[in-house]
């Protein structure tokens, strides 16, 4: 399938979501994530979600991270397609942007060569590790810059798709896991 069309029928089907099941699923999605090899590490980058667009609940993951004592990092959108990244601390104000993102406002930036694990968020994946976000490039082109051994986890409320994503590009960056309510991916 097409980009495209993957974002119109994930869009739909995120929309069909009931609150109870958006809330089961994120929780079951967090709880598998400790069953990853990705504990030992400082800094982990997740997004805050859009709640409008029913997106993963990161709360649960938040406070895992939180109770493991690890570095939190956010991203704030920036200049087109850029993202800066802060540390989350006691004082850090959140404010959503225009796309209804809950992003920082300012703090203490953190470098992307310190960024161990990135937690991203998906509208649809296959079983190759390609994803499909909204089409802006925010994300692959933050992946370009982090390390190589940086751990790239998508989070995805469905199971990866039977074909291949058929316009993949060399911008593209792929997955190492994908983590759904029901399996967890490896690639």
Not at 15 to 35: P, T
Not at 36 to 55: A, G
Not at 83 to 106: A, C, F, G, M
Not at 149 to 168: H, M, R, Y
């Amino acid at each position: 399938m097409l980009k495209n069309d993957l974002r119109s029928l994930y869009k739909t089907k995120r929309a069909s979501l009931d609150q109870e099941s958006l809330s089961d699923s994120s929780l079951s999605i967090a709880n598998a994530l400790l069953h990853l090899p990705i504990w030992s590490f400082s800094y982990y980058h997740i997004f805050l979600p859009i709640t409008e667009n029913k997106e993963i609940d990161t709360s649960f993951i938040l406070t895992i991270l939180q109770g493991k004592d690890k570095n939190i990092v956010l991203p704030k959108m920036v200049d087109g397609a850029t993202l800066q990244h802060y540390l989350l601390t006691d004082s850090t104000r959140i404010r959503k942007n225009h796309w209804n993102i809950p992003e920082p406002v300012d703090g203490i930036e953190v470098p992307q060569n310190k960024i161990d694990v990135v937690f991203i968020p998906l509208l649809a994946f296959d079983k190759k590790g390609n994803r499909v976000g909204y089409g802006k490039g925010f994300y692959d082109g933050f992946l370009a810059q982090c390390r190589p051994d940086v751990v790239k986890i998508g989070l995805s409320l469905f199971p990866a798709e039977e074909e291949l994503i058929e316009d993949t590009n060399s911008n593209d960056v792929g997955l190492d896991y994908c983590v759904t309510p029901a399996k967890t991916y490896s690639f």
